[in-house]
């Protein structure tokens, strides 16, 4: 018990000084993006739980007390956000998404609420933001899980399951030993495996984060890296892959997926990787296969051949699986929904040839 009374101030002490570090670096170079600034969110989060276990909520800073327990709630929604921003390169998040995080960020006001009102806590909220939190860590660590074979920047590939591991296993960790702990036989096992989450999260976190100190850790998706020369001639692999999307529309098969591109253009998955990611300048192999769907779609709404042709059949001749992720797709490419793409395209042909 001794041991950990001197430890536990040592290792939340040195994993707040990291943290703020961190929040300190991602403000400086990358606060222009949406998912640099909810992991700041996130960070400041994971402090206000460190915090908050040094803190009692019958001490004399008991208002401290509820405030960083509050926060700390909301590591799981905020990684949630985190990981579908940065690791599937998201432009924005719905607002839907915004509403369900919002309505998860309210019960913990309302628990403060009724506690500084009554001074219990109230065992339905209580419930409700234990499985929120839960759902949101897991949903966060599948979303990681799932999109690593699309990620096309390796470091960050081998990053992914350092980070499901770390963040998500820590808010797992650190939730249900919550849960338990008053009933727990041995409390100093259940603070010791939480110390050592804290310590191993901070870690992994700390040094995968280091290695992506570079321009390109929070680019906006889309944008492409910056050349060697403005006039660097594509190398014959990037021409390969453009003459088989484009001319061939291998986009179009259901259920393309890297392996299958590697297998036709006869070369293993890293270098394909690097070509698409080092010289095309996509980060991610969805936004890569949108962008040849894309401009297939672009050209048959404008079409005046294509006119009767119902946008979801052009959508799923495209290669798109579904309505909702070609309306996404298209939405944050034009600004603008197929349908006004459209009708702009016919506005144009007849004032071109009114002109004519």
Request: with cysteine; net charge positive; aromatic share 10%.
């Amino acid at each position: 018990m001794t041991a950990l009374l001197i430890l536990d101030p040592m290792i939340r002490g040195g994993a707040i000084a990291l943290f703020l570090l961190w929040i300190a670096i991602l403000w400086r170079d990358h606060r222009a993006s949406l998912s640099a600034r909810v992991a700041i969110a996130m960070h400041l989060a994971i402090i206000a739980y460190l915090l908050a276990a040094n803190l009692r909520p019958d001490g004399p800073v008991r208002s401290a007390y509820l405030l960083c327990d509050s926060l700390s709630v909301m590591v799981p929604p905020l990684f949630w956000l985190f990981v579908r921003l940065w690791f599937d390169d998201q432009q924005r998040i719905g607002a839907r998404s915004w509403l369900l995080v919002a309505a998860f960020g309210a019960l913990p006001l309302i628990q403060i609420g009724l506690i500084l009102e009554t001074g219990w806590l109230n065992i339905e909220i209580w419930v409700l933001q234990r499985i929120g939190m839960f759902g949101f860590a897991l949903a966060g660590m599948w979303i990681a899980w799932r999109g690593r074979a699309n990620d096309l920047i390796e470091a960050r590939r081998g990053f992914r399951a350092a980070l499901v591991c770390a963040i998500g296993g820590f808010i797992l960790l650190a939730t249900f030993i919550e849960m338990f702990d008053n009933r727990n036989a041995s409390p100093d096992l259940g603070r010791s495996l939480t110390l050592t989450a804290i310590l191993i999260a901070t870690f992994i976190v700390s040094v995968g984060l280091y290695r992506f100190r570079s321009p390109e850790l929070f680019a906006a998706p889309g944008t492409t890296p910056k050349r060697a020369g403005p006039s660097a001639a594509p190398s014959p692999l990037a021409q390969r892959l453009r003459a088989l999307m484009a001319e061939e529309r291998a986009y179009r098969a259901e259920g393309f997926s890297i392996a299958m591109l590697a297998a036709r253009l006869g070369e293993p998955e890293y270098r394909v990787r690097r070509a698409i990611n080092g010289e095309m300048g996509f980060r991610n192999f969805t936004a890569f296969l949108n962008g040849f769907r894309l401009d297939e779609i672009r050209a048959a709404l404008a079409d005046p051949a294509q006119r009767e042709a119902p946008i979801l059949t052009i959508a799923l001749d495209a290669g798109f699986g579904s309505l909702g992720p070609f309306n996404r797709a298209f939405r944050d490419a034009e600004g603008m929904t197929p349908t006004d793409y459209r009708a702009r395209a016919a506005a144009a042909r007849l004032g071109d040839s009114e002109i004519g």
